[in-house]
């Protein structure tokens, strides 16, 4: 990828005019419409919306999972958008690591093993013990995803994908199969991932109560953000009530 032009001091990553369109039969779905976001260095960002408001795609997009219709996706300067296949994959090995509302662990690999697969490939990892260490498994290592709770499971994928030490973490409704208390144990480790390793993060959900833990929270409706939001103090985890 050729720099476009020089990053902008304090962004790791940026979006502008974003806009991805589908074609449903004979009716075009425009997912997102003109976004513009930044992803600023050491923060946390909570994406707020509906389901079907787009969230999904544009984490897809920033994350170079997808490509947008329109638009440029900027990554310290370098243009996503127009990245081949093989820069993406790149771009994705080294800098960006993804948490999903399932876990998608190998059922017969232990936790150390499933982070490993990620340290073996990765440039700059931490050690699969440091990483289930700042997620609060450190007991836990040795066992496999069957003999865990949905919450463990979830942290052992968060350790995961920040083995590799990506500046990025995109993290798509990680607490959606989860119940309250142990939802809030989850987002507790991706808190503890942003202030320890200041990953830049960025956590999609439905619930508006995670935005208080935030530094931003960005509101998506209808494939554009109608609203962004600075607190100018984050509430921890384990202060939220919902």
């Not at 075009?28 to 389901?51: I, K, N, P, Q, Y």
């Not at 960025?202 to 939001?229: C, F, L, P, Q, Y």
């Amino acid at each position: 990828m050729q720099d476009k032009q020089s990053a902008q001091p304090g962004i790791t990553l940026s979006a502008r005019h974003i806009v991805k369109t589908y074609q449903s039969g004979e009716v075009l779905v425009h997912a997102l419409d003109g976004v513009d976001f930044a992803l600023r260095t050491g923060e946390m960002v909570v994406l707020l919306g509906a389901s079907g408001s787009g969230k999904s795609t544009l984490l897809n997009i920033l994350g170079g999972l997808d490509l947008p219709s329109s638009g440029e996706v900027l990554f310290r300067g370098q243009d996503l958008s127009k990245a081949s296949d093989r820069e993406l994959t790149r771009f994705r090995r080294d800098h960006v690591g993804f948490v999903f509302q399932f876990y998608n662990l190998i059922p017969s690999l232990t936790a150390r093993e499933n982070v490993g697969l990620v340290t073996e490939i990765a440039p700059n990892p931490i050690s699969p013990e440091e990483a289930l260490s700042l997620v609060g498994l450190e007991k836990r290592m040795d066992h496999f995803p069957a003999q865990l709770s949905g919450g463990e499971q979830q942290r052992v994928a968060i350790a995961r994908a920040i083995a590799k030490q990506p500046d990025i973490l995109l993290c798509d409704e990680p607490t959606g199969a989860l119940d309250k208390q142990t939802g809030v144990i989850v987002l507790e480790a991706i808190e503890n991932i942003n202030r320890t390793l200041g990953t830049s993060t960025a956590v999609i959900t439905h619930n508006a109560i995670v935005g208080a833990m935030a530094d931003r929270v960005v509101r998506i409706s209808d494939g554009k953000i109608e609203g962004v939001e600075v607190n100018t103090q984050r509430q921890s985890a384990r202060s939220l009530e919902w």
